[in-house]
């Protein structure tokens, strides 16, 4: 998968919705390199397709892609990855530390007004 070619698909979905043409549907494969969970011992998958599914993972991808037409240098993607993985952390600990919703906000913002 090429990052750019699914933004442009969605770029012309979006498009495409706004014009009146929707809804759409974009499929996207994906694949997950970890288990379900902290007990899950994945024992389900072989050594080998994960190591396929990672030689074609489309962030490294992109990543090489970036070092190699010189957009971007490898210090300044690995910083930007410092900096993501601090928001997620901050993202982490925000959530963890919030009240749980009384639960019945559970059907709070589920359907548009119109």
């Known amino acids: 998968m090429n990052v750019l070619m699914v933004r442009a698909a969605a770029e012309k979905a979006l498009d495409a919705i706004r014009k ?26 072989q050594k080998d397709e994960v190591e396929k599914w990672q030689e074609e993972d489309p962030i490294g991808i992109y990543r090489r892609e970036l070092l190699k037409g010189k957009k971007a240098t490898k210090e300044e993607l690995d910083d930007l990855e410092i900096k993501v993985e601090a928001e997620v952390q901050d993202a982490i600990e925000f959530a963890e530390a919030s009240p749980e919703p009384a639960p019945e906000e559970l059907f709070t913002h589920i359907y548009a007004d119109n």
Do not use: A, K, Q, W
């Open 20 to 45: 009146g043409n929707g809804p759409l549907f974009l499929e996207i494969v994906t694949y997950r390199f970890r288990g379900h969970s902290m007990g899950d011992p994945e024992r389900y998958r």
